[in-house]
């Protein structure tokens, strides 16, 4: 092979999304931007971060992201916002994220910023910077990305990541950071990014037999507000006076009541199609809002306890991540969804009764009470940091095992890893 063949590919390569990016600038950019995300709120700051293994591990290793270090402030989960292009022509942006208060963690196709060249460089770490190149889903344009092999992420069957590849939206590509220097492509139908921020408040709980009495923190508007509860198999769902239609007014000490309803699981797949519905009302194209609901029916529908979803406006969205693109969408759709788990008032003493079952004589009792203490996941956190402390030493090793298993805090020490 001749000694100056990489030279060529390499100019090609490095040259490619310059010509295509002048190539787009004779046409004025026609294109919408469509995005959602999910704000997960924990039941207090004692575990806040602790229940973010199993999210961390859904990711595929292509992802790229830094895992941020345990000298930051208090922060909640930020969970799979996603991005949507509509492009009715090819063409090259610069999209800025910044988290106001956080920082992202994880996210795919790469970015521009962070960069990594060996260490993590001295930057705002607050945010994330994308250089996209979009086209038509299934267009060919000549000189575009698509003809520089762009890396395609391969996921199994099944995976959140096909289901949000369904949607019909513009093919996206991204060279980014040093990692990159513009000789390779990631090609994706969306971009997606996470990471951790000062979450929502949460309000205070109270069970009035059947009704559900909450005081509604903070100065949020509270939309399309959904509040059920699965418990030893029987399914709840609240409606207060507006039921779907309610937007509460946030305020402390503002008291909400909810009157519990029997449902089951038909009720539920009709309130989940209700749920899309209303998120293509407030803007998402159907396929968008149908795959939100399809990745987040686990989170949202089949988890115990007691769970509280509502949209806030687009405004509040912003203000938690405020986001320019440039050139500027002809339209912009961000949908912003809180998800609050376990807000049932009685879950301290019933993680209390578990604990104290793992003594149990017999085998099958405590590895039942250990299983149901691991689903409640970091919600039993500040009961099983109580237990390792038990003048029983056999409860003290579960629970210590038990926070082992759940605690992501190890994760959040290890230095910032390589940009892959």
């Given amino acids: 092979m001749p000694r100056n063949f990489f030279m060529p590919a390499l100019l090609f390569a490095w040259l490619l999304p310059t010509v295509y990016a002048a190539d787009q600038a004779e046409a004025p950019a026609t294109y919408e931007l469509h995005e959602w995300g999910v704000f997960m709120v924990p039941r207090n700051a004692a575990w806040a971060n602790l229940d973010m293994k199993g999210e961390w591990s859904s990711m595929p290793k292509e992802f790229y992201g830094r895992l941020p270090q345990r000298d930051l402030p208090y922060r909640g989960p930020v969970a799979k916002p996603v991005i949507y292009f509509h492009a009715e022509k090819p063409v090259a942006l610069k999209l800025t994220i910044r988290f106001a208060d956080g920082m992202p963690t994880i996210w795919w196709p790469a970015a521009e910023r962070p960069v990594f060249s060996g260490m993590e460089l001295k930057e705002d770490r607050s945010v994330l910077e994308f250089a996209p190149q979009l086209i038509k889903r299934n267009e060919k344009v000549l000189g575009s990305p698509a003809a520089a092999n762009p890396r395609k992420l391969e996921v199994p069957a099944g995976h959140w990541v096909e289901t949000l590849r369904a949607v019909q939206a513009s093919e996206v590509f991204c060279a980014g950071g040093w990692g990159h220097i513009g000789t390779s492509w990631d090609t994706e139908r969306f971009i997606y990014y996470d990471g951790l ?65 029997i449902s089951d699981e038909a009720g539920l797949k009709n309130i989940a199609k209700e749920l899309a519905k209303r998120l293509a009302a407030a803007g998402l194209n159907k396929d968008e809002a149908d795959a939100l609901v399809k990745v987040w029916e686990e989170g949202i529908f089949k988890q115990d306890g007691l769970t509280l979803l509502y949209r806030v406006p687009q405004a509040t969205y912003d203000k938690w991540l405020p986001l320019k693109a440039e050139p500027a969408p002809t339209k912009t759709v961000r949908i912003g969804l809180v998800l609050q788990r376990h807000l049932e008032p009685e879950l301290d003493a019933r993680v209390e009764a578990l604990i104290k079952k793992l003594n149990a004589e017999k085998f099958e009792e405590r590895n039942a009470a250990e299983k149901e203490l691991l689903q409640i996941g970091g919600a039993a956190f500040p009961m099983l940091d109580k237990g390792t402390k038990s003048e029983d030493a056999e409860v003290a090793a579960h629970c210590q095992a038990l926070l082992k298993a759940l605690d992501a805090r190890p994760l959040l020490e290890k230095k910032a890893p390589a940009e892959k």
């Fill in 197 to 261: 921020m000062k979450p929502p408040a949460t309000p205070g709980v109270d069970r009035q037999g059947a009704r559900i009495v909450l005081d509604v923190p903070g100065s949020e508007i509270w939309q399309d507000v959904l509040l059920l509860e699965r418990n030893a198999g029987k399914i709840s769902v609240a409606e207060n006076w507006g039921g779907w239609d309610a937007a509460l007014e946030a305020g402390a000490g503002r008291h909400e009541i909810f009157t519990l309803k």
